[in-house]
């Protein structure tokens, strides 16, 4: 069982979230238990204050320490040894994550996800408490709750026993290495467009054999640097 804490001061952004799709399908399971946390929970004013302003200037505000370093350590013990969990902070700032952080996720121990909002939190926040700054992407967000659900979506899918179909997650794209070709439901003929012959055949391998190719015409198209990562590995020339 992996459990996942969320800190944020947007706890009402995760509702819907975790109640439907495939992260509540992984806590049905019993794979996977999330934790909401407000963080305004965890000051101690009475305006229950999480930001101030910037020392040396300059626009926006900043999250302040107290309360997330208060809050992160409830959930994940002291920063060392003593460690229950592994906090990551979601930031412009933070290494990418991909399929394979994703995995790795899901295999190891669990998980602290700091949101932060506004500028950002203060720099002591990361250097007292917090293990990893990851990264969802090359653009800018308001926040990180989204990049947090990011994070859970792709990490859940992966535990063992999430899906009905036990390898359908290991047969999509990426975790082969590639993009997927296209893809076709009934009817068979649709405003005059009819679906690939070779899938209406019955014949496995040639259906096999045309999925491989199609999937490796538009990686080589639109992303060629999966294509070099991947190799020739499990791919049709
Ligand atoms: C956390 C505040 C807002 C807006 C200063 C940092 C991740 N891939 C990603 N893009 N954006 C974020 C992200 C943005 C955040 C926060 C994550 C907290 N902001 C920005 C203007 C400049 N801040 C992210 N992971």
């Known amino acids: 069982m992996l459990r996942i804490d969320v800190v944020t001061i947007f706890p ?3 509702e819907a979230f975790l109640r ?6 992984a806590g049905t399971s019993g794979a996977l238990e999330v934790g909401v946390h407000d963080l305004r929970r965890f ?3 009475r305006h229950r204050t999480v930001d101030d302003a910037p020392y040396g200037g300059g626009p926006g505000m900043v999250m302040k320490p107290e309360p997330l370093v208060e809050a992160i350590e409830a959930l994940a013990g002291p920063k060392g040894s003593e ?14 994550f991909d399929q394979s952080r994703a995995a790795g996720l899901a295999s190891g121990g669990n998980l602290v996800l700091v949101c932060g909002r506004y500028e950002g939190v203060d720099q002591r926040v990361i250097d007292l408490a917090v293990d990893e700054e990851v990264s969802i992407g090359d653009y800018v967000l308001s926040g990180g709750e ?3 659900m990011v994070v859970i979506e792709a990490t859940a899918r992966l535990l063992p026993g999430v899906l009905g179909n036990p390898d359908s997650a290991g047969s ?3 975790e082969g290495g590639l993009l997927e070709g296209p893809q076709y439901t009934r009817p068979a003929v649709y405003r005059g467009l009819p679906v690939p012959e070779v899938l209406l055949s019955g014949n496995h391998a040639a259906v096999a054999k045309w999925r491989a190719e199609r999937a490796r015409e538009i990686t080589k198209r639109r992303r060629p640097d999966l294509l070099r990562a991947a190799g020739e590995e499990g791919t049709t020339r």
Do not use: W
Request: glycine share 10%; hydrophobic share 40%.
């Open 43 to 45: 000051t101690k004013d």
């Open 83 to 96: 460690r229950r969990a592994r906090v990551l902070l979601l930031t412009p700032q933070g290494t990418r």
């Open 146 to 148: 989204v990049p947090a």
């Open 12 to 14: 009402g952004l995760f």
């Open 172 to 174: 999509e794209s990426f």
């Open 20 to 25: 439907e799709s495939i992260v509540g399908i």
